[in-house]
């Protein structure tokens, strides 16, 4: 093998991975995996796409080993390929954001709604996490938080909030997360839990920037 054979085989494998990237359901269903191992059916009603439709996402995802998948029963059950795609993933949210100021726009009026709420970094949360008498809820589905989760975190998902709300203290300040920066979950609940009396923040991080901080300690 010479230079240009290498060069040009190596840069066809790059391209193929960066192939299965370019569609925005395929990348949706990569920020989903980050949360966990999911089946089809469960993909195929975040993403409202048909069954058939979200497993073809999947396995153009298979073909170049972004994910890889399990049976379990009847039920095939997807999940990232390794820690590095979710990298891979954050990494490409991050990039975008940085050179695209619409998409920070968007989630500073759509997640952030800094006018309307309070908003705490990783950073303020660990300080906060460690001196404080606080409640951490976390508003995922359950099968999320199941799959991993902040260290004394509660599990109340957004669907519950109204029903468990009699559930949480008033007498201490309540930190809400739910999938990371472009999920509205946190958002709402927080609104919710404000014009309720409680004294409630969102989590401006999700499950995976907590990893990476309790890892760095």
Same mark, same amino acid.
């Given at each position: 093998?010479?230079k240009?054979?290498?060069? =040009?085989t190596?840069?066809?494998?790059?391209?193929?991975?960066?192939?299965?990237?370019?569609?925005?359901?395929?990348?949706?269903?990569?920020?989903?995996?980050?949360?966990?191992?999911?089946?089809?059916e469960?993909?195929?009603?975040?993403?409202?796409?048909?069954i058939?439709?979200?497993?073809?996402?999947?396995?153009?995802?298979?073909?170049? $080993?972004?994910?890889?998948?399990?049976?379990?029963?009847?039920?095939?059950?997807?999940?990232?390929?390794?820690?590095?795609?979710? !990298?891979?993933?954050q990494?490409?949210?991050?990039?975008?954001e940085?050179?695209?100021?619409?998409?920070?726009?968007?989630?500073m =009026?759509?997640?952030?709604?800094?006018? !309307?709420?309070?908003?705490?970094?990783?950073?303020?949360?660990?300080?906060?996490?460690?001196?404080?008498? @606080?409640?951490?809820?976390?508003?995922?589905?359950?099968?999320?938080?199941?799959?991993?989760?902040?260290?004394?975190?509660?599990?109340?998902?957004? =669907?519950? @909030? $109204? =029903?468990?709300?009699?559930?949480?203290?008033?007498d201490?300040?309540? @930190?809400?997360y739910c999938?990371?920066?472009?999920?509205?979950?946190?958002?709402?609940?927080?609104?919710?839990?404000?014009? $309720?009396?409680?004294?409630?923040?969102?989590?401006?991080?999700?499950?995976?920037?907590?990893?990476?901080?309790?890892?760095?300690?």
């Amino acid at each position: 093998m010479n230079k240009r054979e290498f060069n =040009d085989t190596i840069y066809y494998y790059f391209s193929k991975v960066g192939k299965a990237l370019t569609s925005p359901k395929r990348m949706e269903l990569l920020d989903l995996l980050t949360q966990g191992p999911k089946t089809v059916e469960v993909l195929s009603n975040e993403t409202e796409m048909s069954i058939a439709n979200t497993s073809q996402h999947l396995q153009v995802l298979l073909d170049v $080993k972004l994910v890889k998948f399990r049976r379990r029963g009847n039920f095939m059950v997807y999940s990232l390929g390794n820690t590095r795609v979710c !990298e891979l993933v954050q990494s490409l949210q991050n990039v975008t954001e940085d050179r695209f100021d619409e998409v920070r726009q968007m989630r500073m =009026d759509f997640i952030v709604r800094s006018e !309307e709420i309070e908003s705490l970094e990783m950073k303020e949360f660990l300080e906060e996490y460690n001196k404080k008498d @606080i409640v951490v809820i976390d508003v995922r589905p359950e099968t999320e938080y199941n799959a991993s989760h902040i260290e004394g975190a509660v599990s109340i998902p957004f =669907d519950s @909030i $109204k =029903d468990q709300v009699s559930e949480i203290p008033k007498d201490k300040e309540i @930190i809400v997360y739910c999938r990371g920066f472009y999920c509205v979950y946190a958002t709402e609940v927080v609104q919710y839990l404000v014009s $309720k009396g409680y004294q409630a923040k969102r989590l401006n991080a999700g499950i995976q920037h907590w990893k990476r901080k309790v890892e760095l300690k």
